[in-house]
C-alpha cells in the first residue's frame, strides 16, 4: 500500500511539474493579441507595441527600427547590450520619450521566432 501512495505521490509531483511549467510558457503574451501602433502614431509616454526591421545599430543599447510609416530610435538601456542585429524583424514593448531626440523606451523585445526578451532597467 505504501509503494501505491509513493507511486502516486511521484506521479503527482511529476505532472504538476509540468503544469507549472506549460503554465509559464502558455502565460507569455501571445503576440496575435498584441495591438501594434504604428511608429508615426506613437503618443508620448503611453505603453505601446511597435514592430518592424532593425535597420541600423547606433550603440550597443540602441538601435533604429523601421515601419511602413516611419523609424525610430530604440534605447534598451545599459543592462541589456547587442540584443538585437541588423536585419532582424522584431516587436518591441516600451512608451516614447520625446526630449532632444524622440526615443522608445525598450522593456521587452519578441523576436520573430517567438522568443521573449524582458529588459533589465536602468535603476
Same mark, same amino acid.
Given at each position: 500500500?505504501? !509503494?501505491?501512495? &509513493?507511486?502516486? !505521490?511521484? *506521479? %503527482?509531483?511529476?505532472?504538476?511539474?509540468? %503544469?507549472?511549467? #506549460?503554465?509559464? #510558457?502558455?502565460?507569455? $503574451?501571445?503576440?496575435?493579441?498584441? &495591438?501594434?501602433?504604428?511608429?508615426?502614431?506613437?503618443?508620448?509616454?503611453?505603453?505601446?507595441?511597435?514592430?518592424?526591421?532593425?535597420?541600423?545599430? *547606433?550603440?550597443?543599447?540602441?538601435?533604429? *527600427?523601421?515601419?511602413?510609416?516611419?523609424?525610430? &530610435?530604440?534605447?534598451?538601456?545599459?543592462?541589456?547590450?547587442?540584443?538585437?542585429?541588423? #536585419?532582424? /524583424?522584431?516587436?518591441?514593448?516600451? &512608451?516614447?520619450?520625446?526630449?532632444?531626440?524622440? $526615443?522608445?523606451?525598450?522593456?521587452?523585445?519578441?523576436?520573430?521566432?517567438?522568443?521573449?526578451? /524582458?529588459? /533589465?532597467?536602468?535603476?
Amino acid at each position: 500500500m505504501k !509503494t501505491k501512495i &509513493k507511486q502516486w !505521490t511521484m *506521479l %503527482t509531483i511529476i505532472l504538476m511539474g509540468f %503544469t507549472v511549467l #506549460g503554465y509559464n #510558457g502558455y502565460s507569455q $503574451e501571445n503576440q496575435s493579441d498584441i &495591438k501594434i501602433t504604428k511608429i508615426s502614431e506613437l503618443q508620448n509616454y503611453t505603453d505601446s507595441y511597435i514592430k518592424g526591421e532593425v535597420i541600423k545599430i *547606433l550603440d550597443e543599447d540602441e538601435f533604429r *527600427l523601421e515601419d511602413s510609416s516611419g523609424n525610430i &530610435k530604440v534605447y534598451t538601456g545599459w543592462k541589456n547590450t547587442n540584443v538585437v542585429k541588423k #536585419g532582424d /524583424k522584431i516587436t518591441v514593448r516600451g &512608451k516614447v520619450d520625446p526630449g532632444i531626440v524622440k $526615443e522608445f523606451y525598450a522593456t521587452e523585445i519578441i523576436k520573430e521566432d517567438g522568443e521573449i526578451i /524582458k529588459l /533589465k532597467s536602468d535603476e
